[in-house]
């Protein structure tokens, strides 16, 4: 499965480094790090390329000619398009032989309502599966296409395996992480903690926020809050369900 990545912000290097599982990219245990996720997957021979665009704040507010600061691309199954100008996204399904189109919003402001409303019935014309993710971590597959990426990549909603023995918990998996490789920094943070759920909750509330999280603190109008409190909500709820499972079943639990 062939995938690019064009991005202008650092949200797209820690999507990157992620899905390619680039050793460091988790620092949950710093200078302890026993490498849990390194060798579990990397799509890096499925990376065809990742380039840095100029930003919306580097361009003119409208482009006469977007094809200018667009890249040749080979045919891809997958293209992930991170706070790109509104007329270059708006390019993307028609110049590009691709199949899905992944674009994460971490911010109110890297998609304008209009530019979305546009960009769903551009990709439903062209026949590409268009996921518009806000934030990242809230990627849910709307296809066949984007379904196996998630699955190869191990990205997506969080979803979170714990296991607990004499009431704490000793063993935290991820099924799936946010894009950006943060829930498996929750997950490290997880393990001695209290099996209960109020000091589960608490400890997946501030691993995510000292990850750090990148989504921003400004009320989107779509989501009716901020993708920063929806970010850290997910990954509380995957681990309040893993924990539930792990205490009802008595072993390793897994969010579903």
């Known amino acids: 499965m062939r995938f690019a990545v064009l991005y202008s912000h650092p949200f797209g290097e820690r999507v990157i480094s992620n899905l390619v599982n680039e050793p460091g990219h988790c620092r949950a245990c710093g200078s302890a790090c026993d490498g849990c996720k390194y060798g579990e997957y990397s799509l890096l021979d499925d990376l065809v390329t990742a380039e840095r665009l100029p930003g919306p704040e580097e361009l003119p507010e409208m482009l006469e000619d977007p094809d200018e600061y667009l890249p040749e691309l080979p045919r891809v199954d997958v293209l992930l398009a991170v706070r790109l100008h ?14 899905a189109l992944i674009v994460p919003v971490e911010a109110p402001d890297w998609i304008d309502p209009w530019t979305e409303d546009r960009l769903r019935e551009a990709c439903e014309g062209a026949g590409v599966e268009l996921t518009i993710a806000r934030p990242g971590c809230d990627l849910e597959p709307p296809g066949p296409v984007t379904e196996r990426f998630c699955e190869r990549g191990r990205i997506g909603r969080p979803r979170l395996s714990l296991r607990v023995e004499g009431g704490v918990v000793v063993g935290a998996g991820v099924i799936r992480s946010a894009p950006c490789g943060c829930t498996w920094f929750v997950a490290r943070r997880l393990v001695g903690v209290d099996a209960e759920p109020e000091a589960v909750r608490e400890a997946a509330f501030e691993a995510h926020h000292s990850f750090p999280c990148t989504a921003s603190m400004e009320v989107d109008e779509r989501l009716g809050d901020t993708p920063l409190h929806v970010g850290a909500r997910l990954h509380i709820r995957a681990a309040l369900r893993a924990l539930e499972r792990a205490l009802g079943e008595g072993r390793t639990a897994t969010d579903k």
């Not at 996204?89 to 199949?99: D, N, S, V």
């Open 86 to 99: 509104p007329d270059l996204l708006m390019e993307l399904p028609e110049r590009y032989e691709i199949r």
